[in-house]
């Protein structure tokens, strides 16, 4: 793995396999991908359980966040969309200061990330689906309605067993059930769930961007730390160069 482009680091939970599978696949060449597993208590499951589980992540974060610190990542990502769920528009701006201030590196999130990428292609009107129970999924709708995003439907992957083990024939029909016509693009919520193998099909199949937490984060970790290489079979949002600089993208209404 070279670095001669940029070294990127995340901060994932400590049970998610999905990230690093992922992230490696996703690099270009030149970039390397480095990763600090989060400080996270209490069992993984109700909705509940989930914020006890965000506030141990936040609460450890300084720490294991120096440890990724000290590989000199151009850039360093929250990979853990349900954390920005919790803490809301204001509560991430506010981490994003310490985290910043702490290491003296650029801090991006995989929601932020989202977020930004829809704001760079002009999209306002999405859909969501996610492998996370009801009140999870409508939390994540709250919070992108609260960061100005119009959300047209949610829609929750029923039977989840291990986000981490479903199949692709479920996230893709996720996606095309959770997908509206009216909604400019589907994001696909949740670095655990496997996703970027479907993105481009899914894309060719609904006619409209699709876009995930991991796929977001990637593109706009690039993006920070200056990187403009296409990466090409994993949705327009990667290959697209115009999109890491915003100035030369147009906006699709």
């Known amino acids: 793995m070279n670095d001669w482009r940029a070294r990127i680091g995340f ?12 992230m490696f696949e996703l ?3 030149g970039v390397s991908v480095h990763f600090a597993r989060m400080v996270a208590k209490g069992p993984v499951g109700t909705l509940d359980n989930l914020h006890q589980r965000a506030a141990s992540h936040i609460e450890h974060l300084a720490q294991t966040i120096e440890m990724l610190a000290s590989v000199e990542p151009d850039v360093i990502v929250l ?4 954390t920005s769920y919790i803490l809301g528009p204001k509560g991430e701006r506010e981490l994003t200061v310490r ?7 650029p801090f991006i999130s995989a929601l932020g ?6 704001e760079v292609m ?4 999405i859909a969501i689906g996610t492998a996370y129970d009801q009140a999870l999924t409508l939390k994540g709708k709250s919070t992108l309605q609260a960061h100005g995003l119009q959300v047209v439907h949610a829609e929750c992957l029923p039977d989840v067993k291990s986000i981490f083990d479903e199949t692709d024939k479920r996230v893709y029909s996720l996606a095309k059930s959770a997908n509206r016509a009216q909604a400019q ?3 696909l919520s949740g670095v655990g769930l496997p996703t970027i193998s479907l993105l481009e099909a899914l894309e060719d199949d609904l006619n409209k961007p699709v876009i995930s937490s ?3 984060m990637m593109w706009n970790a690039l993006r920070v730390a200056g990187v403009g290489a296409p990466v090409f079979g994993y949705g327009g949002l990667l290959e697209d160069t115009q999109l890491r600089h915003p100035s030369k993208s147009k906006s699709k209404k």
Do not use: D, W, Y
């Open 27 to 29: 690099a270009p060449q």
């Open 113 to 118: 990330s989202a977020v930004k990428a829809f």
């Open 185 to 187: 693009a589907v994001f």
């Open 79 to 82: 990979a853990h969309t349900a």
């Open 11 to 22: 901060l994932i939970p400590p049970t998610n396999p999905t990230v690093e599978k992922e």
């Open 214 to 216: 991991c796929s977001a």
């Open 99 to 105: 985290m910043e201030k702490l290491t003296g590196i």
């Open 122 to 125: 002009g999209l306002k009107r």
